[in-house]
């Protein structure tokens, strides 16, 4: 089934920005030779993170969803993938969501569109996003561990933060690098490196974001060591009144998420100036995400009724802010600096303590 089939019936315009929230702003503005492939891959993507949240499902069979899915995506198996026992099992799926499952194999048939590079790294990147969740379930939920469980160390974070978005970095370079600027003569390396490290960091801001979400569902992705270094365990994290000595702990991980957005911020400024639809598409994400990232440093992190988010005018205002800037090179150079600017002076507000670098 054609892609152009596909998208005449909404599957990557309606439903993808229904499932996609805020991200839809960059799939949109993404050059047309590799939207198709980097937002059927998000939609995959999507369909595989709709899959392991499934909480009222039973997770050994998410875990046989998820497995299903990877081998039809990978080539080893054809066909559809069968969810109807998972559909009439949870009563998590939004309306969008369930669409999105619903029409699971039309997504799975656009597969054949693909020229080989794509589809090389289309199957790479969900592998690895596949794998990273189902390994989220079993450590989280195939444990017999306590009711709230954590990471272990920074690595274990690291390693969570690669699987579900730095993976997403690489695969975004390696699309753009071979379909856009295939002869600018860049590092790239280091374009690699910084791709992944933007995928890192929008998710550790995500991480940071949910915190009391995922507290409350009983999953903490802050490292335990680091907790206990400050005499706290996760169920700790749990009663508000601990939000000053759990603080330190928290400012680290939000200095982390800081440094990795600014390698994203590098990454955009890498880009050929020429291709400006793709520096927007990358752009918009890292200033969202500095965005927060100083509205965290200010707010009370444990209690789940004062959860950050920046408002639809606040992301026009970084949109618009981006689109002025962007014929003068210093000013557009300067931009995240400008974001950034509010969050290093609220950081310093609270007390924090810079990490190593």
């Known amino acids: 089934m054609a892609i152009t089939g596909v998208q005449g019936r909404g599957l990557l315009t309606a439903l993808l920005r229904d499932v996609s929230r805020s991200f839809y702003l960059t799939l949109r503005i993404l050059p047309q030779s590799v939207r198709r492939p980097i937002s059927l891959a998000y939609l ?27 081998s039809r995506i990978a080539g080893k198996t054809q066909g559809s993938v069968d969810l109807q026992l998972l559909l009439l099992s949870s009563v998590d799926f939004s309306p969008a969501e369930r669409a999105l ?3 699971l194999d039309e997504a799975l048939g656009s597969l054949v569109e693909l020229n080989p590079f794509e589809l090389y790294h289309l199957r790479r990147v ?7 969740q189902e390994l989220d379930l079993q450590r989280f939920e195939l444990t017999n561990s306590p009711s709230l469980c954590s990471l272990s160390t920074a690595e274990e974070l690291d390693d969570y933060t690669y699987r579900v978005a730095g993976c997403v970095g690489e695969f975004w370079t390696h699309l753009c690098r071979k379909s856009i600027f295939p002869s600018a003569r860049l590092n790239d390396d280091q374009l ?8 890192k960091g929008l998710q550790l801001v995500n991480i940071l ?39 330190p702990v928290y400012n680290r991980w939000l200095a982390v998420a800081n440094e990795h957005l600014a390698l994203g911020w590098r990454y955009t400024l890498t880009l050929p100036p020429t291709n400006t639809r793709l520096r927007l598409a990358c752009a918009w994400p890292v200033l969202i995400g500095a965005q927060t990232t ?5 707010t009370p992190v444990l209690i789940a009724s004062r959860r950050v988010k920046i408002s639809r005018s606040e992301v026009r205002t970084l949109i618009w802010g981006s689109l002025w800037r962007l014929p003068f090179p210093k000013l557009w150079a300067g ?5 950034r600017a509010r969050s290093e002076g609220m950081r310093m507000q609270v007390g924090r303590t810079p990490i190593a670098r």
């Not at 690699?192 to 995928?199: K, V």
């Not at 569902?217 to 169920?235: F, I, K, M, N, Q």
């Open 44 to 70: 995959l993507a999507r369909a595989t993170d709709t899959i392991a949240d499934a909480a009222s499902a039973p997770v050994t069979l998410r875990l046989a969803a998820l497995s299903a899915l990877r």
């Open 101 to 103: 499952l619903t029409r």
């Open 126 to 132: 969900i592998e690895t996003i596949a794998a990273g």
């Open 192 to 199: 690699l490196a910084d791709g992944i490290r933007f995928g």
């Open 209 to 247: 974001r949910d915190l009391p979400k995922d507290l409350a569902v009983g999953r903490c992705y802050l490292p335990s060591d680091e907790l206990a270094a400050v005499d706290l365990l996760p169920t700790d994290l749990l009663d508000p009144n601990k939000e000053s000595q759990f603080r």
């Open 294 to 298: 100083a509205r965290l440093a200010t």
């Open 335 to 339: 931009f995240f600096d400008v974001t």
